[in-house]
Nanobody, 126 residues
Framework: QVQLVESGGGLVHAGGPLRPLCAAS????????VAWFRQAPGKERVVVAA????????DYADSVKGRFIISRDNAKNTVYLQMNSPKVEDTSVYYC???????????????????WGQGTQVTVSS
């Protein structure tokens, strides 16, 4: 019932910035947490940031902490990933996802998330 669509990726020089977004639809999405995942070629999909349903709590993987900011605007049904100072190693397909349960929030693995977008490519050049 929840549908997520990422956009705003692209090619950026190291240092950025870039701000992909996730547009959501489906009644009840604003009651759900959101996480951003990324998957680089030949690597597993890993979580990089999470935000709870209201936006009052966030968490980040060590790899992006201090550089990325996750935020959401529930009035616009949108979640953002502000990528400040991106590095070449941040190059990945970025996905947004929400869990099925209204109670889950955090940096869990992909298996804990039920709803996924199609991904948006982020390429960071040197």
């Amino acid at each position: 019932q929840v549908q997520l669509v990422e956009s705003g990726g692209g090619l950026v020089h190291a240092g950025g910035p870039l701000r992909p977004l996730c547009a959501a639809s489906g009644r009840g999405w604003t009651n759900l947490a959101v996480a951003w995942f990324r998957q680089a070629p030949g690597k597993e999909r890993v979580v990089v940031a999470a935000i709870n349903w209201s936006g009052s709590a966030t968490d980040y993987a060590d790899s992006v902490k201090g550089r990325f900011i996750i935020s959401r605007d529930n009035a616009k049904n949108t979640v953002y990933l502000q990528m400040n100072s991106p590095k070449v190693e941040d190059t990945s397909v970025y996905y947004c996802a929400s869990p099925e349960s209204v109670y889950y929030y955090g940096l869990g693995g992909a298996s804990l998330y039920a709803y996924w977008g199609q991904g948006t490519q982020v390429t960071v050049s040197s």
